[in-house]
């Protein structure tokens, strides 16, 4: 089988893509590993940035739609100190240019905006080669392939795409979060739906972070961090659900109750996601026909960015191949051109967030960041 443009990866930078291709009239493929669009769920919250994630919906003609999805009042932030301090409260008046929305709705906006077929579930790529000319030939797991003239890697942080233009493999950060959901929060666990208030919650000391986002549905989706080698992780038995609790919770003894119990009181079995990331000026020579977008290109600590970067990533790739319907290199270049410096500022200024959430002045040094970006002209 052969297909002009071939997308590796229904996420969001991958469906991006395809849409503002199809808006310019240029159609494509997607293969996705998943079986379904509903085979996991889909993530938490995403505060979609006026910079970057919000002008990638606008070229995708989708923007109306999208803010269908803001949940008002989720820009509201608070940094707490470990006794539930209260160090920094920031309600949302409506004016930030951060917007909040559920990760699976927004993906599902992006599915239904392509044409019936554009998705082709349940294909795990197993292999990836050069033809020559720039062509490339994908293997999937079931032993059928597909060729193409132009193949993008939006296929995550263990991309089966990136092999072909780059020898870059993702390495630990140092840092692993564990995720807890408590639901019906407001009736069920008021004390712990009072210190997260109406937004997002950070209560950190050094080496240790309580992340909490106030999804959809009255439900608290939290990110406990923790500072350790993965051998240290390793240890627990992360198949032991009410174990691997105990354990995670003793490292933040001496927190406020309110705090600790989005770990004890967990209505979900903890998870375990380690953080990888590629170098932070992560690059490769132009290949002809093969480019890579989102995690697959820059996959970096989560800063807030990730999302964002891999929805600008498609949209400006598809806008490029429509300026050069003829001549896809012209296109991948400008697409590369710009991408690389967006994508290494942005790992850049992520490194240094970690910093102010895992550093020795957590979490003071996080409170003052906030305060001068607050003040910032």
Do not use: C
């Amino acid at each position: 089988m052969t297909t002009d443009v071939t997308i590796i990866g229904a996420g969001l930078g991958g469906l991006t893509l395809a849409r503002v291709l199809h808006v310019h009239g240029i159609p494509a493929t997607v293969y996705e590993a998943e079986a379904s669009p509903t085979a996991r769920a889909q993530g938490g919250m995403l505060d979609i940035h006026d910079y970057n994630g919000q002008p990638a919906l606008e070229a995708a003609g989708l923007i109306d739609e999208f803010r269908s999805l803001i949940l008002e009042g989720r820009q509201a932030i608070r940094i707490l100190d470990r006794d539930g301090t209260v160090l920094f409260d920031k309600a949302d008046d409506g004016t930030g240019g951060r917007p909040e929305v559920q990760r699976g709705e927004l993906r599902q906006i992006l599915l239904d905006s392509l044409p019936a077929g554009t998705v082709r579930w349940d294909h795990k790529v197993s292999d990836a080669r050069t033809l020559g000319e720039g062509r490339h030939e994908v293997t999937f797991a079931d032993g059928s392939t597909v060729v193409t003239s132009l193949l993008v890697g939006a296929d995550g942080a263990w991309s089966r795409v990136r092999p072909l233009l780059s020898t870059a493999v993702p390495e630990y950060t140092g840092k692993s979060v564990v995720e807890t959901y408590l639901f019906d929060a407001d009736t069920r666990h008021p004390a712990v739906a009072k210190a997260v208030g109406g937004g997002s919650m950070m209560a950190l000391t050094p080496g240790r972070e309580i992340f909490a986002h106030r999804e959809r549905g009255d439900t608290l989706h939290a990110y406990v961090g923790l500072a350790e080698p993965q051998d240290w992780f390793a240890a627990i038995d992360f198949t032991d659900a009410a174990a691997a609790t105990t354990r995670i919770a003793r490292e933040f003894d001496g927190w406020a109750p309110e705090l600790t119990a989005l770990i004890t009181d967990s209505e979900s079995a903890p998870i375990l996601r380690p953080l990888y990331a590629l170098p932070v000026e992560h690059r490769w020579d132009r290949v002809p026909g093969v480019t890579l977008l989102g995690d697959a290109a820059h996959l970096s600590a989560p800063n807030g960015e990730g999302a964002n970067l891999a929805m600008l990533d498609g949209a400006q790739l598809g806008k490029a191949i429509a300026a050069h319907p003829d001549d896809l290199e012209a296109a991948l270049t400008e697409y590369e051109q710009a991408m690389f410096p967006r994508s290494t500022e942005a790992a850049t200024e992520g490194t240094h967030l970690h910093e102010s959430l895992l550093g020795d002045d957590a979490p003071h040094s996080l409170v003052t960041a906030f305060i001068e970006g607050d003040q910032a002209p």
